[in-house]
């Protein structure tokens, strides 16, 4: 129980496209979800807190109109990075909590912005 | 706030060989989680443990067993006859209660394990 499914798990895209990345609860709603980027080598960094039907929650320094989450219903959050660069090739990872405190991960995505 | 140190970036360990890595947190809560994840190259994030701060019982599982200790706020996993597939990036991770009402997780830097053959 208590899968969170991510999609795509790669894209490549153009400088100056967007890019958005799906965050599912398959068999549990999430009302809590959220995003972490990690660069390489590094550690997985916060970027936003995602509540259903409400706005997102950024950590500071994190540029909410370049980074727009939505979390449309309990089960599905998107991250969308708009007018993609190559500084924001990295992994990003979803997350979601669920009843019993636990917390579960998407298999996260790889952007290559070229 | 929060921090979970985990002060090895590296270890290299024969096959065989038993290795643990430390993680040391801080917090200001009383009730928190303590997690360990594994992110092999692959890079998917692969679930290992969750400890809530009630409970300091030691676990074993397998080859690998956890050590938490409050006096110390340490929380170390050891692999015991450690194997090439565990080579990987362990996470030690702590959350605690948000002011919005859910948990909020703090990762560590990270421990990158290489078992040699």
């Known amino acids: 129980g208590a899968v969170v499914s991510q999609h795509p798990s790669r894209v490549i895209c153009k400088s100056g496209t967007s890019v958005k990345i799906e965050c599912r609860s398959l068999d549990f709603q999430a009302t809590t979800m959220f995003w972490y980027r990690q660069f390489p080598k590094q550690s997985l960094m916060l970027m936003a807190t995602?509540?259903?039907?409400?706005?997102?929650?950024?950590e500071q320094g994190v540029e909410k109109d370049k980074f727009l989450i939505n979390h449309a219903s309990l089960t599905l959050s998107t991250l969308t990075v708009t007018s993609a660069h190559p500084e924001d090739s990295s992994f990003y990872i979803c997350?979601?909590?669920?009843?019993?405190?636990?917390?579960?991960f998407g298999s996260g995505t790889r952007l290559t912005v070229v | 706030a929060q921090k979970v140190t985990q002060a090895q970036t590296e270890i290299s360990v024969v096959e065989k060989e038993d290795v643990t890595l430390d993680c040391v947190y801080e917090?200001?809560?009383?009730?928190?989680?303590l997690f360990w994840y594994k992110q092999p190259p692959s890079g998917e994030l692969v679930f290992l443990i969750r400890?809530?701060?009630?409970?300091?019982q030691n676990e074993i599982s397998g080859r690998y067993s956890w050590n938490f200790q409050k006096s110390t706020s340490s929380f170390n996993f050891t692999i015991t006859a450690s194997q090439v597939v565990d080579s990987a990036v362990y996470f030690c991770a702590l959350s605690e209660p948000y002011s919005g009402g859910y948990q909020k997780v703090t990762f560590g830097t990270g421990t990158k394990l290489q078992v040699i053959p």
């Open positions: 997350s979601a909590t669920y009843w019993d405190g636990g917390y579960t």
């Open positions: 995602s509540n259903e039907g409400s706005k997102a929650t950024y």
């Open positions: 400890r809530n701060s009630f409970d300091e």
């Open positions: 917090t200001r809560d009383t009730t928190y989680y």
